[in-house]
């Protein structure tokens, strides 16, 4: 059984006004930004891509990041949310690790496409 007509459907759905709103509400239910964390912290450090991006961050990102994460990290410890006033807000969440992860992809993908060219004579 194939998932394309279910991806297509979500595809629709997240793309319309309500599903905007069910997508952030679902953002705010997460509860990352109750502790200081943008959606982009929430990728796992594990993959060679995300390792790459991450050392493409300018120091100024990268500094705000591991903020981020040991405050999000002492919160947990603790059990406690931070103050409404020091949550991230909606607006604030923007991608900041996405781009660079792309970039990376885009770059891996036409290394192959050089790699596989064939020379004719």
């Known amino acids: ?7 297509s459907l979500l595809r629709k ?9 069910i997508r952030e509400k679902y953002k705010d239910l997460a509860g990352y930004r109750k502790i200081g964390l943008v959606g982009d912290d929430l990728i796992s450090e594990e993959s060679d891509v995300v390792q790459q991006a991450l050392k493409r961050l300018p120091p100024k990102v990268a500094y705000d990041r591991v903020y981020r994460m040991r405050r999000a990290m002492q ?6 949310q931070l103050p409404q006033h020091e949550q991230t807000k909606p607006e ?7 781009p660079y992860i792309e970039e990376i992809l885009r770059e891996q993908r036409e290394r192959q496409d050089l790699d596989a060219l064939v020379r004719s004579k």
């Open 1 to 7: 059984m194939s998932l394309a007509p279910v991806r």
């Open 92 to 98: 604030d969440d923007v991608p900041y690790l996405q």
């Open 75 to 80: 919160c947990s410890l603790t059990q406690s």
């Open 13 to 21: 759905v997240w793309s319309t006004p309500t599903g905007s709103a």
